[in-house]
């Protein structure tokens, strides 16, 4: 380790989780395995990070002042979604240690500034188009064509804050949906498949890659991801660079996801970043000798990074909310398959497309991973 490095947060020590969904809670349970205490903040109470955590603080993102007090109880502070205001990424880095840095956060949490930073840093993304009006909509058809996809600039997930623009007779509707000020035009790429690789890096500059995964979406919702993705070695490579080399351009601290698109022509594009643990990376808890969540403890606290290896072919599908309008699904008809595993996030309420828990089979191939996660989806509901 260089002598310039801040020396190692060991175990025993307190880690401040900044948001308290389910990554967070499953951050909590791999931290606590290493040894270290956890304190979440949020403006909720019994979150899925807070059932599982040593200390649950429940204040708003924008009362600073807790937000120091939380940061002076802790050793070094991470997030768990990247919707946390830039305001209070700052007020906790005077207390404690802030991993990623949360200028990394402010750029990926807006989707102009994240498109606009890649491609100043020479990175492949869809072209796109700033837009603060109905006139710059309009015209912004007529330059990238239609159809075309209006995203709010900020705050946006699970396909949230977005429409498909089909041509410019519906920009005024279009417009009008979003309500906002500021949103994105991206030119609407033909792609064959949806990739995402997930990159772990430590203080020292050491980085390790999961994937490439392929991800599926229903209704803007990740739905299905098969790991390892059913792609040419040649091409898995590229997207695993591609990853990597914007992890250490953007000097990345911690586990960071790169969502590309692969083209027609096999060209890859980077469609959005998430400086966290992400939903198609929940394979590695159960497939991989270290889960993402284990290398963002080791990133944050500048332990040695662990092995990204797989050991078997997974598949993942998302448990939503819609399961439950019948009544309480049938977990034992799930797990009658020994190769599948439940992952429940301790939500309190079930709603329609609504994230509240995973499954995710291990076999000896993929499609039979595939199919055994399908199966064990559909014997939930009874079918």
């Given at each position: 380790m260089s002598a310039s490095l801040p020396p190692p947060i060991l175990p025993g020590a307190t880690i401040g989780v900044l948001g308290s969904g389910q990554l967070g809670r499953m951050f909590t349970i791999a931290a606590r395995a290493l040894g270290y205490r956890v304190h979440t903040f949020s403006p909720d109470d019994d979150t899925p990070t807070g059932q599982v955590a040593d200390r649950?603080?429940?204040?708003?993102?924008?009362?600073?002042?807790?937000?120091?007090?939380?940061?002076?109880?802790?050793?070094?502070?991470?997030?768990?979604?990247?919707n946390v205001p830039s305001a209070t990424a700052a007020a906790a880095a005077e207390r404690a240690p802030v991993r990623p840095a949360g200028a990394l956060l402010e750029l990926t949490q807006h989707r102009l500034r994240e498109k606009g930073g890649l491609r100043a840093r020479g990175f492949p993304t869809a072209r796109f188009l700033p837009i603060r009006s109905l006139a710059d909509l309009e015209g912004g058809l007529r330059e990238l064509g239609a159809p075309a996809l209006l995203k709010t600039a900020g705050w946006g997930y699970d396909g949230k804050g977005q429409a498909l623009i089909a041509g410019v007779d519906e920009a005024a509707a279009g417009w009008r949906s979003l309500a906002t000020d500021e949103a994105i035009l991206e030119e609407l790429v033909d792609f064959e498949r949806e990739l995402s690789v997930i990159v772990a890096r430590g203080q020292d500059g050491g980085l390790v890659t999961y994937g490439p995964v392929e991800n599926h979406h229903v209704r803007g919702i990740l739905d299905l991801t098969l790991a390892p993705a059913p792609v040419e070695a040649g091409l898995a490579a590229r997207a695993r660079e591609l990853a990597a080399e914007v992890a250490r351009s953007l000097e990345l601290c911690g586990v960071l996801c790169a969502e590309l698109f692969v083209t027609a022509r096999g060209d890859l594009l980077i469609n959005e970043l998430a400086p966290r643990p992400h939903n198609s990376g929940h394979y590695t808890i159960d497939a991989c000798v270290t889960s993402q969540f284990e290398q963002q403890v080791r990133a944050v606290c500048g332990l040695p990074l662990g092995s990204p290896e797989q050991v078997r072919p997974a598949a993942m599908v998302?448990?939503?909310?819609?399961?439950?309008?019948?009544?309480t699904p049938r977990w034992a008809a799930a797990l009658a398959d020994p190769r599948v595993k439940l992952h429940l996030y301790g939500k309190r309420e079930a709603r329609p497309g609504r994230k509240m828990g995973h499954l995710c089979a291990l076999a000896a191939s993929l499609d039979e991973a595939r199919d055994a996660a399908l199966a064990a989806r559909r014997a939930l509901a009874g079918s």
């Open positions: 649950e603080v429940c204040r708003s993102y924008d009362d600073l002042d807790a937000v120091r007090q939380f940061a002076g109880e802790v050793d070094v502070i991470t997030f768990e979604f990247e998302n448990l939503l909310g819609d399961l439950w309008a019948e009544g």
